[in-house]
Structure formats: C-alpha cells, structure tokens
C-alpha cells in the first residue's frame, strides 16, 4: 500500500531560525497536504497542493510539491513559538480510481522552539 | 472550528470489555473517518464511511467496527479492548472526495488497562 515517510522525527531550533520538514511518498500522489497539531490538540489543515512543481507561500510558511508528485516539504522562515506543533503531511491517492479522500500521513515532524 | 464532537473525552477501561466512541458533526458533511494517533506512527485510519450505511476498512482496521445509521454520527466499537488499543481516537469529516482538507475532532484519549 501507499507508505508516506516524513522526516526528521523532531527539529529543535533556535527562535529566529530556519526550519524545513520533507515529505517522500512511495507512490504518486494526486494532492498532498499540510497539517498542525499543536501540543495536547487536534490536527488542522494548513494546505493542499495540487500541481506537479506547485509552490504555494503563507506568510512564513513555504509549502513545495515536487515535480514528480512523490515528495513535498514545508519550510518555515524565521521561527516563532508560536509555531511550536507536529507537522505533518497527508498524501491522497494516485490518479484514477476512487479514493473517498482518504490520506495516508506521514509520521510528523515535532517543532520545538526555544525563546 | 468545524462542528465536530467526539465522545467520550477520555475513557479508561478493562482488557476485554467492549467500548464505543461517538463521532457527531453538524456540517453534513458526506464524508468521515476514524483514525487512531501513537507516537511515532503519525494518524493512521481505521474505518471510514462515503454516507449512510456506506463504511470500508482503513489500514489498522482489525478490532475494530464502525456503523453509521445517520449522516451526523459515525461509531466507532472495539468489541473486546486490548491493551495495543490504547491510543487516542480523533474523528475527522470532509466535504467531498474531491480531495477537499479533512476537519477533525477534538479526539478521544483511551486507555486500556
């Protein structure tokens, strides 16, 4: 089956730095999405991309999908505390075929930024 | 926040005992779905349903039942818990199969002792 890998596992940073979480997918994927689960909290989607090459920006936040629709990565400028979460990536199913919206998520990427 | 209950919050019970979780939306929305979250494993989906009385198996599906009589409530039933159940439970909706971003619940913590 489709198997979603997400790495690192955790990402310890400075505030003020540079974080970036990859995603790779075993298949092609039809979309693929972003989400944030804050500390104790329920994940909430942050994005979709679509296009093969799709770069799509939210205020700090970079969001890649790659050319071949295997792999994406979200990359966040100049960190805050407020960012402090899991991060993780969900694809959706290849072309064709009826997949009834269901995502297969990475493992996530735990953010933790020190003051 | 999309209108998403899950019940219960938390939940402790015994080896073997059977126990259902409530899944209630107010967006009737077509779409549910029950994952499971351990560390380390990300969310991986149990059961889903496309409508009423419409459910299929997900990738961690065996233990586990689901029914759905109406659009606004999805169960979940573990028949005779196990101690690899505990886990915490989020139910989650979305709009379409479209590909449209899945809202969820604010989840349930079980443990199985």
């Known amino acids: 089956g489709q198997q979603v890998m997400q790495i690192p596992q955790y990402q310890h940073v400075q505030e003020g730095e540079d974080f970036t979480t990859y995603c790779n997918s075993s298949?092609?994927?039809?979309?693929i999405q972003w989400y944030k689960q804050r500390p104790g909290g329920h994940p909430v989607f942050l994005i979709q991309?679509?296009?093969?090459?799709e770069v799509k920006k939210q205020k700090r936040l970079t969001f890649q999908f790659g050319e071949a629709k295997k792999n994406s990565s979200l990359h966040i400028t100049a960190t805050q505390t407020t960012d402090v979460g899991t991060y993780f990536c969900?694809?959706?199913?290849?072309?064709?075929?009826?997949?009834?919206?269901?995502?297969?998520f990475g493992q996530g990427t735990i953010l933790t930024v020190h003051p | 926040d999309a209108g998403i209950t899950q019940s219960p919050r938390h939940k402790v019970t015994e080896t073997g005992t059977p126990v259902t979780l409530r899944c209630h939306q107010t967006?009737?929305?077509?779409?549910m779905y029950w994952y499971r979250q351990d560390p380390g494993h990300g969310l991986r989906l149990i059961h889903y349903?496309?409508?009423?009385?419409?459910?299929d198996k997900g990738e961690v599906s065996d233990g586990y039942s689901v029914s759905r009589s109406k659009t606004e409530d999805f169960l979940l039933t573990l028949e005779s818990a196990t101690s690899s159940q505990t886990s915490v439970y989020f139910c989650?909706?979305?709009?379409?199969?479209?590909?449209?971003?899945?809202?969820f619940g604010p989840g349930t913590r079980l443990t199985v002792t």
């Open positions: 298949t092609t994927l039809s979309n």
């Open positions: 989650a909706i979305s709009r379409t199969r479209g590909d449209y971003e899945q809202y």
């Open positions: 967006e009737n929305h077509r779409y």
């Open positions: 349903s496309y409508g009423v009385k419409d459910t």
């Open positions: 969900a694809g959706s199913g290849g072309a064709g075929g009826t997949s009834y919206g269901k995502l297969t």
């Open positions: 991309l679509v296009k093969s090459g």
